[in-house]
């Protein structure tokens, strides 16, 4: 079946998708515009994982002040491959989410992986502590302790933060979003936040 033009068009529009892309997925669901619009992310989340693998040498750094009183300021550096990319409105729209995300909800580390040993190490040795006296199995309270980790993460570390403009999505999948549409890797590579 022949891609319907108006919803080829609308489907461009929308997910900023390549247009062969787009006229596949309408042709392969039937000019179905809700299956072919699954189709394309299904898609562009495949391309992204193949992106991440790729060196990031440009890029821009981020600054924003908060509110009339300017007492929260935040500094964000967002690589990718290319100055082409760099230059895009839609990576740079990208960058100022991210100054948002951070300015909005504090965190401390850009991932996982940024967290010192040391302090991870700690976190588990307070909850340790907190529990020492409940009575649980030693499995339920290893369970109990990776959960209160679990939670901390999605507060103290960008990448597992909810998304401040979107429920349900967290700033890792919407980093991966962006590598699909734009397609080349993006990486968030360090932030500073400050506050009177």
């Known amino acids: ?83 082409f990319v760099a230059r895009n409105e839609e990576f740079r729209k990208f960058a100022h989410e991210i100054a948002l995300q951070i300015a909005a909800m504090r965190p401390k580390y850009v991932s996982i992986e940024d967290i010192p040993e040391k302090e991870i190490n700690k976190l588990k040795s307070m909850y340790e502590e907190e529990l020492k006296d409940s009575g649980k199995p030693k499995e339920i309270i290893t369970k109990i302790i990776e959960g209160k980790l679990r939670k901390w993460y999605e507060s103290a570390v960008l990448l597992e933060q909810e998304y401040f403009r979107e429920e349900g999505k967290k700033i890792k999948d919407l980093l991966k979003e962006q590598i699909a549409k734009l397609g080349e890797n993006i990486k968030i590579a360090r932030f500073v936040r400050w506050e009177l």
């Open 1 to 83: 079946m022949k891609a319907d033009t108006k919803l080829l068009i609308k489907l461009r529009k929308e997910t900023q998708a390549p247009i062969y892309l787009c006229k596949e997925a309408l042709e392969k669901n039937s000019n179905n515009y809700e299956k072919a619009l699954e189709y394309i992310q299904t898609k562009l989340l495949e391309r992204a994982d193949k992106y991440q693998l790729k060196e990031t040498k440009n890029g821009v750094i981020e600054v924003y002040s908060h509110g009339q009183a300017k007492n929260v300021g935040v500094m964000v550096e967002v690589l990718c491959q290319t100055d």
